[in-house]
């Protein structure tokens, strides 16, 4: 335990540094940058991104960045600029405790989201709405805006937006002290962080988480949740956040009686919301003071800070904290022996009470709860059918188309069968052709050598034949030339007479 001490001190001593360490990089870039900008898109973004990074350091600077991104970008018709700037200011309004004025901020954003079909920053909205309605202890209307927000996300498959709606439902149920409830919400927020591996969310589901172990007497599963949960903070130089898990330590702290401890997360906790002038987050520390001053007889010191964080919470008309302040000073009074005035701060407490956790808004928050998960079962359960039916139509479908190829293989194998037969039946036609064609060819060559033969012995023949007549010829012609010769000699003779 002493380690733990000293460790949790040295981690304590270390905010202060550690909030200058991330985001004066980026803030100094951006207001360096700031007056060289022209009055465009640009410059609206870089004044809502002061707002955001300042919301965690300085509300007043915060302020005055949102106005000049809504002023601008409402003069520009710059939709989404505008609509940004509405949600900042909403937001540190909240975070001062100006809970009507931040409620318009959002109200009008949501309008302005609404009628450009901005439906993700719609839900967003419906969020925010909803907080402000937790904050004033009107449960059911907080929940209808936290579903209607979910529904969204959960159309929209957007794990950010899933998981902070969960955790501001976790919320609920925490404040309604249905701590099971919260803590099933809180792990599944912080489960949907995880998968977007936003470290600064992480760092309040984990916070979340350890209030609920906390409340559950599991100090040490909520220490190492709150150490982690501030560790991220610092690094992120989120000192308002800090504060908050600082508080959360020093309540745990308190309840297990280490007091010097405690006391030094809730002054710690106290003197970083004073310089950010964050009021509600005051009235905690101001709180748990005054219980371990009368914790130590030191009634006097502990009814002051009780005082004090009354008169914020009553200015901030925060019914939940005026509660919870009443009904601690009640038991200071009782320790100090007071016993009338005890009496009139725990009356006081349970007209609150009362009107805050009665039976009939639980079970509306129930009811409501219950209708949106009966109506997500059964779109959950359409959708399953409709994928049912379309794995029956695609297996259908795959069988058709199976035995479509089946029967087209079969009709290409016996086709490329008949075709290998006809290819075979042409190939021997084929060589037969060739066949008879080298016997044409053969013969004919025969037929043309015998024709040439008969051609050579025809004119050999004739030649033969020429020869001979020209002899016969010529044996005529000697043969008449004699017989003329003959009667030539006869005819000089003259006639014989007897």
Do not use: W
Request: proline residues 1%; positive net charge.
């Amino acid at each position: 335990m002493y380690f733990k001490k000293c460790l949790l001190l040295i981690v304590l001593g270390c905010i202060p540094y550690a909030a200058q360490a991330q985001y004066p990089t980026e803030k100094d870039s951006l207001l360096k940058i700031l007056p060289t900008l022209a009055e465009d898109t640009n410059k609206v973004n870089v004044l809502n991104r002061l707002c955001s990074i300042y919301s965690t350091q300085n509300l007043e600077n915060a302020l005055e960045y949102g106005r000049q991104a809504f002023e601008l970008s409402q003069n520009m018709h710059f939709v989404k600029g505008e609509s940004r700037a509405l949600d900042l200011l909403g937001q540190a309004n909240r975070m001062l405790g100006n809970y009507d004025k931040a409620l318009k901020y959002f109200e009008v954003a949501l309008g302005l989201k609404r009628k450009n079909n901005l439906v993700r920053e719609m839900a967003g909205s419906y969020r925010s709405i909803g907080i402000i309605y937790r904050l004033k202890a009107d449960f059911p209307k907080a929940l209808e805006y936290y579903l209607k927000a979910l529904k969204i996300f959960d159309e929209i498959t957007d794990f950010y937006g899933q998981a902070s709606t969960s955790s501001s439902i976790g919320s609920l149920y925490y404040k309604q002290k249905n701590l099971n409830k919260a803590l099933s919400f809180y792990l599944k927020s912080l489960a949907l962080h995880k998968k977007t591996n936003n470290k600064q969310s992480v760092a309040r589901a984990l916070n979340n988480i350890g209030n609920v172990l906390s409340d559950q007497g599991k100090y040490d599963e909520a220490i190492n949740n709150f150490k982690e949960s501030l560790k991220v903070k610092q690094s992120f130089g989120d000192s308002l956040g800090a504060a908050n898990v600082m508080v959360n330590l020093g309540y745990l702290y308190k309840e297990i009686k280490e007091s010097k401890l405690a006391l030094n997360f809730f002054k710690e906790s106290l003197r970083i919301n004073q310089n950010s002038r964050v009021l509600l987050s005051q009235t905690y520390p101001l709180q748990y003071i005054a219980e371990i001053y009368a914790s130590e007889q030191k009634f006097n010191l502990a009814i002051s800070y009780s005082k004090k964080a009354l008169k914020i919470a009553r200015s901030l008309e925060a019914k939940e904290r005026v509660m919870d302040i009443y009904l601690s000073l009640s038991k200071i009074y009782e320790m100090a022996r007071y016993f009338e005035k005890s009496l009139v701060y725990y009356r006081k407490y349970n007209l609150i009470q009362d009107s805050i956790l009665d039976v009939t808004k639980s079970q509306q928050v129930a009811e409501m709860q219950t209708k949106y998960e009966t109506q997500k079962k059964e779109q959950e359960n359409q959708t399953l059918k409709l994928e049912a039916k379309q794995r029956n139509n695609l297996i259908v479908a795959g069988a058709v188309g199976g035995g479509l190829l089946l029967l087209l293989a079969v009709v290409l194998y016996r086709g490329n069968r008949r075709k290998q037969k006809t290819n075979q039946v042409l190939r021997l036609q084929k060589q037969e052709i060739e066949a008879q064609n080298i016997a044409i060819t053969q013969q004919a060559e025969k037929l043309k050598a015998t024709n040439e033969a008969l051609e050579q012995a025809n004119a050999l023949i004739q030649k033969e034949r020429d020869e001979k007549v020209k002899i016969y010829l010529q044996e005529a012609t000697e043969a008449t030339h004699k017989l003329q010769e003959i009667q030539e000699t006869l005819a000089q003779r003259g006639p014989d007479i007897t």
